[in-house]
T-cell receptor, first 117, second 117 residues
Framework: SAVISQKPSRDICQRGTSLTIQCQVD?????MFWYRQQPGQSLTLIAT?????????ESGFVIDKFPISRPNLTFSTLTVSNMSPEDSSIYLC??????????????FGPGTRLTVT | AQKITQTQPGMFVQEKEAVTLDCTYD???????LFWYKQPSSGEMIFLIY??????QNATEGRYSLNFQKARKSANLVISASQLGDSAMYFC??????????????FGTGTRLTVIP
């Protein structure tokens, strides 16, 4: 399986500020996904990021709040803008079939634990 | 309606014993994928096992096996010979690529497994 890294691993931020989370994969992937896990909850998809096109956002998530970049096939960023305490969550990036082996497995990065005060 | 249902919020198992974590799913698609992930307290999502809807054999990965009963729409995870390091949250997830137009994973609410020495 591919190695997926995220930076930062955790951060404590003041409300009203923004944080950019980076996701790096050690192989080229077509689609990258960003998920949010609020405390004690399951995972929810924020958006799907394809290289060379605008990210596709799920219901309840908007580009102004969660802008995403996907400059190449191994890297993506998610920005959490104008943060409030409700944004305190674990943010995870995910990739599908990172080895392009034809399998349908999906892997996650180690996550970014964000606390907004 | 919930796409993935995990009815066991918490489970206990004696070390070295086997344990079954339940998962039922709801889909009208013929083609779908089922996943199990382990999430330790660190927050990372660790891929355990994948079962495609057309796979006739139950998936196995080391001590993990997926008991796939298509007619019942269940995909239970069996962990054999439990170890203390198996203590974690376990999430069942389903992907319906044709239904959603994107390879979104729908997650259950999770089961917290505690292995007792």
């Amino acid at each position: 399986s591919a190695v997926i890294s995220q930076k930062p691993s955790r951060d404590i931020c003041q409300r009203g500020t923004s944080l950019t989370i980076q996701c790096q994969v050690d192989s080229q992937v077509t689609m990258m996904f960003w998920y949010r896990q609020q405390p004690g909850q399951s995972l929810t998809l924020i958006a799907t990021a394809n290289q060379g096109s605008e990210a596709t956002y799920e219901s309840g998530f908007v580009i102004d709040k969660f802008p995403i970049s996907r400059p190449n096939l191994t890297f993506s960023t998610l920005t959490v803008s104008n943060m409030s305490p409700e944004d305190s969550s674990i943010y995870l990036c995910s990739v599908e079939d990172p080895g392009n082996s034809g399998s349908d497995e999906q892997y996650f990065g180690p996550g970014t634990r964000l606390t907004v005060t | 309606a919930q796409k993935i249902t995990q009815t066991q919020p918490g489970m206990f198992v004696q070390e070295k014993e086997a344990v079954t974590l339940d998962c039922t799913y709801d889909t009208s698609d013929q083609s779908y994928g089922l996943f199990w992930y382990k999430q330790p307290s660190s927050g990372e999502m660790i891929f355990l096992i994948y079962q495609g809807s057309y796979d006739e054999q139950n998936a196995t990965e080391g001590r993990y096996s997926l008991n796939f009963q298509k007619a019942r729409k269940s995909a239970n995870l069996v962990i054999s010979a439990s170890q203390l390091g198996d203590s974690a949250m376990y999430f069942c997830a389903m992907r319906e690529p044709y239904q959603t137009g994107a390879n979104n994973l729908f997650f259950g609410t999770g089961t917290r497994l505690t292995v007792i020495p």
